[in-house]
C-alpha cells in the first residue's frame, strides 16, 4: 500500500473496523453466523460488535448455512444489510442453492423490483491439518454465475475499503477471506472509505514478467518477486482484488509490456480464476499473445499431513522457479534454496 | 361464514369474485396455450384456488405473500396486476418482469406479492427472511408464504421453521398438500404424514385442514394472522387440495396411470368456485362473472397488443446500481 | 459417428438401453430420483426399468436432494453403484456440499479405503420459457473439484457408451445431459459398449478454423461449419465428450493446425470450461499461440421470453460470424442470413 | 448392571477398558500436543466417552459405525486401530489415511469405522446409505451413526431422517447433546428442545437420556439395536453429555465466558470411567489400566517412529482404479 496513514492495523482489526462503521453508519446493516457473538468473535473480526449493537444487529445462528442464506436474501430484498459470515469457504457449498438460484438471479428475473444487498464472508483455511474440507478457495464458482461479484483483498487496507463497498454494494457479494493474512498489517486510514471493485493493483512494478497473485497467494508472489530479483529478474506483481468483475485491462496492459504472464491462484486451476484471466488475456491478443501459465492447488484434495501439504500449494519458491523457466526457457531448471513456508505461516499454530 | 349479515355477504362477494376470477384466468390461460403464445410451462391452480383465496382474503394490502411456480392464484388471489400476469406469460415487455420471469416467477411488488421460483422450497426462508425484516419494522405487517407438500421434503424447510420459531419471525406458512410432487404421490415420500404434529415440535401452531373449504381456510388464516400480528410467532397451515390438471401444462392427465378420475370428483363435488357462487344471487353473480370476463379478455388483448421486449432488455438487471 | 450399425436410437433410448443393460448386468446398479418410475420416465430415459427392475432397484425420492446425494454416497462406499437422476442441473446446487466435500474427497481423503462410484445425472433445460433456474449448465463448478469426473455427450453414441462407462467408473460421475438433445438419433449398437473418457472426438474435419462445442453447443458448431463452408472457410469440429478428464491433446494440435480456436460453451464463459479449454492450450504454445476465442451464454441470467432467449445463446449463426470475424479479421462483419434457431429447437413444446 | 454375575463383570470390565482407553489416548493427546507433534486440530471427547463406548459395546463386527471429527471416542470403541490412529494424528505414512485425513477424518473400514467428516452433518446422509445396503443385504446388519446436537439443526438431518423412515433403514441415530455448537449454546440455536419429539413424527422410535450413564445408555443401545436388526427400522437416542475440554484444542475453557467451571461440576460428579472403574476389583483394575498404558505408549511410539509419506503419496488416491 502506497497509501499515506499514521496508523497501521492488521487484516482482522480493519475488517471489524469496518464492520463497526458501516453498522454505525446504517442501521440496516446486521451480522449474521454461527458464532460471531462469542468470545473468539470469528478470529477478533466481529470483537466488540455484540456490544456496541446488540443481539439483534450481532446474531448467532444454528447450523442451518442453507436456510440463513435465504433469510438474508429476503431480509436483503426487505431492505436489510446482511453480512453473513462463514469461518470456511467449504461451506458455501451448503448455501449454493440460495446463492446460485436465488441471490445472483433475483434482481434480473424479478426485472428490479427486488435487490439482494448482501454480503456472504468466507474464509480460506490453511496449514496446521486443515485438510480436505478447510481448505478450499471455491471463489471460480461464484465468478462463473451472473449477478455475484466476488472479491478477495489481500491486505488490510485493502480489507476494510471492500468490506465498506461490499456492504453498501447493493448486490450479493462474495467477500473471500484467508486466514493467514488475518496477522498481516498495512496502514489503514479510520475514517470509512471503500475501495472499488473492478481495479486491480500493481503492488510490485517490473519489466520481464507478470504475476498475477490471488488472494493468499499475492503475499507468495510478492516474495517470489524478491527471490526473482536476485536472478537479474523483474517481476511485475498484480493484485486483481476483484475477481468479479475483473480488472482484465490492468493484467492485459501488463502481460503486453513484458511478455510474460503467470497466474498464480489459491485454489485448483482447472476452470478456475488462472483460467478465467488466461482466457480474457489470450483473447485480446489476437497478434502476439504472451507467453503464459498458471500455477494453483496441486489437482489433489488437500491432504493433513504437512509432508504433503508442502507440496500441494505453490509458494514463492516454487513460483519464482516457474517464472524462471518462462523468463530463461533455455537455462536448466533454477530453484532458490529457500525455506517454501513463510514465516508468519510456519508461525500458525490456530486458534483453528 | 352464514352469509346473514351484509357484512357476511360482501365478503362472500369478494370471495367468489377472486375464486372466480383465477379459475377463469386458468381456463383462459388453457384455451390460449395450445396457440403458442404462452410460450413458457404453466403450473395451473385450477382446483386449488380455495387456498389461496381464503388466506389472502384476510391479508392487509400491506401484508407481503410469497409462493411458487404453481402461482397465479396466490398472485391474483393477492391483489397481483393480471394484465402484467397475462403480459409476463406471453413474453411482452409489459409483463411485470418485462417478459425475463414467465408463469414461473411472478411478481409484483407493488401489491407486495415477493417473487416465485422455479426451484421447490427456495422462497420459504426467502420469505421468513422478509418477515424477518417486518419484525424489525414492528408495523404488524406479516408474511404469508405457500408452498406444497413436497417443499416440506426439502431440507430447508425444517431449518427455516426452527429459525422462525427461534426468532418469532411474524410469518404465516401454508401447505398446499395437494398430494402429488409431479406424479409421485405423498407414500413414496413422506415416512408419515404428521407433518403438522412435527411442525408443532418447534413450537409452532399448527392448523390441519382435510378439505379446502374457502371460509374455513379464511377463518383459520383470520385467526392465525391475528395472533402473528401480536407476536405469536410463525403459524403453519396445513390444507388438503387437489389439483384438477395436470403437473405442468393445461391439460387433464386422468388417462396417465398416477391417479383415476374418480379421484377427481370428490373435490369437484365441493367445488369452492360453484358453492361460493351458489351463496350469491343470482344477479349479482352474474354481475360478477361479466365482469371478469371483461377484465381477463381485457388483459389478454393487453398482453396481445404489447410489444415485445427490445434486445437490449437482455442486458438490464444483471446487477443492481 | 462413424462407427457401423444397423440400427439408429434416439438420445432418449440410447440413455435407457444403457441404464437397462448395466442393471441387467451388474445387480448393485440401481437407479434413484423423483419421479424416475412414473409414466413419463424421465423422457423416457428410465422408461420400463421399474418393470423389469422392480421399485428396490427403480427408485422415487422425496424432495431431498442434499440427503439422497450422501444416501447415494454410502450405498456407493458399501459397494452399490446408484444413479441419481435430476431433470435440471440447476438443482444439483442442492447437492454440491455433499458432492463437493464428500463424493469428490471421500477416496482421497480416506486413503483408498473406500470409493464412490456414483452417477448424477442432470439434464440442462433450453427454450420454451426455461429462464433463470431451469437452463443452466453448470459442468464448470464439478470440473474445477479433484475427484470428480464430468462428462458430457453429445449423440446417443456417445451418449449410451458414456454412460455404461460412467456406471462402471469407480468415481462419481456428473453426468450432463441436454434437453434438446433427447430426441436426436445415432447409429446405437445394440450389444453393451463404453466410451472412453478423455478423448474427444473429431466431429467434422478442417483446416482454417477449430470449433469445440460443449454439449449442446456442439450441434450448432457442426451447423456453423456448414454455413462456413459456404463462404469458404474450412471448420474442425471438436466434441470434447469428456470435460474432466479433458483431452487437450486433440484441441490443441487441431488448434496448432489450424491456427485458430473459438471455444463455444452450453455455459457461462467466466471462469468456465471455455476459460479451461483456452487456458490449457495457451499454455502449450509457448512458441506461437493461436488466435483464441469464446463463445457461451449472454453474461445475464436467462431470460424466459423467446425474444430475450434467442440473443442469450450463441447459434450456428452468431459462432459462424465470430470464426469468420477470426479467420478474415481484415474483412467486414459477415452475418449468414439464416433462422438463428435450429429446426428441431423452434419444433421443441416440451413437455416440460 | 448389577455387577453379581461373571457376565455382567465381564462387561463392566470390557466397558471400563474402553472408556479408560479413550480417556488415556485423548489425556496423552492432550499432553502431546504443545510439542506441535500433532499438527492438525483436535476435537476431543474427553467427559462425553460413555455415549460412544455405551453404544459400541452392542455393536457387532460386522455392524458399521459413522462418527464425527470428534471420532477418537467413536473411533476407538468400534475397535479402531490405535496404532493407525495416533500415525494418522502425526500425519505419518502408517496412519489409517497415511495422514491424508488427520484428527478430523479418522476412518477404519477394516473395523467398520465409516470415515469421518469435519463439515457438520454430512456424514449422516451417507451413514443412512450404508445402512440402506446393508438393508439390501439382509444380513441383519446395521449401522450406528453418531453425530452432535448442533448436526440436528442441518436440513440433511431432517432430510435423512424422512428417507431413513420412509425405508425402514437400519439404522441406529445416536445425537450427543452436549448443549455447544462451538460456544454456542442450545437456546441460541433450537426453538425448542423437543427434538425427540420431532424424530417420534417420522415414525422413529426415540430415547432420551438426560445423564450419559454407559450402562443405561448400553441398554438402551442393545434394545435398539436388536429391534433395528428385526426390522424395526430407524431408532435414535439423545443423550445429554458433555464437553469437558475446549471445542478444538488440548486446553480447558472455564475461563473463556461462555461457560463456568461449576456448570463441569455435576458432571464430574458422575465421571462415568471413575464410577465404572470403581465398580471393579483394585486388581482387576489396575491390569486393565497397566495394559492401557502400554498399548498408548507403543500407539505414541510407533507414530513416532514411522516415516512421513513420500511426497508421491499426494498425487495416489486422487481417483480410484
Ligand atoms: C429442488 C427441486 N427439485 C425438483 C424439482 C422438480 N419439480 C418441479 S415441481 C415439483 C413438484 C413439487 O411438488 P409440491 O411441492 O407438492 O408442489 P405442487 O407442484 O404439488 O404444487 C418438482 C419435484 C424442482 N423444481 N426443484
Ligand atoms: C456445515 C458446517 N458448519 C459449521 C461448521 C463449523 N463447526 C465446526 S464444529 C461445529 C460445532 C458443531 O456442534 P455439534 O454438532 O453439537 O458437535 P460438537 O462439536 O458439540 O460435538 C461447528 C459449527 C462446520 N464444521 N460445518
Ligand atoms: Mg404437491
Ligand atoms: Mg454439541
New interface residues.
Partial sequence: MSLPSERSLSYVEALQEALAQEMEHDNSVFVIG??VD???AIQGTTQGLIDTFGP?RVM?????????????????????RPVHVHIRM??L??C???L???A??????????????MVSRSIIGKS???????S?G?H??F?????L?VVAPTNAYDAKGCMAAAIRD??PVIFVEHRLLYSTDAPVPKAPYTVKFGKARISGAGTDITLVGVSYMLVECLAARDLLAEVGISAEVIDPVSL?PLDVDTIAASAEKTGRLLVVDN??????????I???V??RH?EK?P????MGY????C??????EK??YPNASTIASRAHA?FR?NDPAWVPDVEPTLPHEAAF???? | MSGNTPADMAIIARVYRSLRLIRRTEEEIARIYPTDKIKSPVHLSIGQEAVAVGVCDVLNDDDVMSATYRGHAAYLAKGGDLKQMMAELFGKATG???G??GSM?L???KANV??M?A?VG?T???????????G?ERKGRIVACFFGDGATEE??FS??L??AA?HKLPVLFICENNGFAIHSPLSNRWATEALCERVATYGITPHLLDRDDVFTIRETAQKAADEIRHGSGPQFIECKTYRWREHVGPGEDYNDSYRKRADLEPWQAHDQVKLTGGMLDAAERQTIDDEIEAVIADAVQFAEDSPWPDPEELF??????
Same sequence: chains 1, 3.
Fill in positions: 454461527l458464532n462469542d468470545h473468539k439483534e448467532d445462528t444454528p447450523l442451518s448455512e442453507d436456510a440463513i442464506t435465504g433469510i438474508c436474501i429476503g431480509a436483503a430484498m426487505a431492505g436489510m467449504d461451506f457449498m451448503l449454493m442453492n440460495q446460485v438460484n436465488m445472483a438471479k433475483a434482481h434480473y428475473m424479478y426485472a428490479g423490483q427486488v435487490s439482494v444487498p496446521w491439518g486443515q485438510g480436505a474440507q478447510h478450499q471455491l471460480s464458482m465468478m462463473h454465475v451472473p449477478g461479484k447493493n448486490n468479479m485454489a485448483w486451476t482447472a476452470a478456475g480464476a488462472s483460467a478465467e488466461i482466457a480474457a489470450c483473447e489476437a499473445t507467453v503464459v501459465s498458471r496441486a489437482p489433489t484434495t491432504p493433513t499431513t504437512p509432508a504433503l507440496d500441494f518462462l526457457p499454530r490456530g486458534p483453528f | 411485470g418482469a418485462k425475463k420471469a416467477h411478481v409484483d411488488m415477493l417473487g421460483s426451484v427456495t420459504i426462508p426467502i420469505a421468513a427472511g422478509y418477515a424477518f425484516a417486518l424489525r431440507g430447508v431449518e427455516t426452527n429459525f427461534l438490464n438487471h444483471v446487477f443492481a446500481k
